[in-house]
């Protein structure tokens, strides 16, 4: 399932993340559920990449 926008998320990504977040969570799960075709590994990796850039950015303001 691809997500068109950012309210066709699931709820507990829209509540915990800001748009931002949103929107790289949406672009690297589109990428890897056309890549691979697993919700499941597409979440994972997703999720990753949110963490990663969040990880990122809070480095720089240390």
């Known amino acids: 399932m691809i997500y068109k926008s950012n309210e066709d998320l699931p709820l507990e ?3 915990r993340l800001s748009e ?3 929107d790289l969570y949406r672009a690297a799960y589109n990428s890897t559920i056309q890549w691979y075709g697993e919700a499941k590994k597409a979440h994972q990796v997703a ?3 949110v963490r ?3 990880a990122r950015d809070l480095s720089v303001l240390v």
Do not use: E
């Open 52 to 54: 990663m850039k969040l």
């Open 47 to 49: 999720t990753r990449a």
């Open 20 to 22: 931002t977040a949103q």
């Open 13 to 15: 990504i829209r509540t």
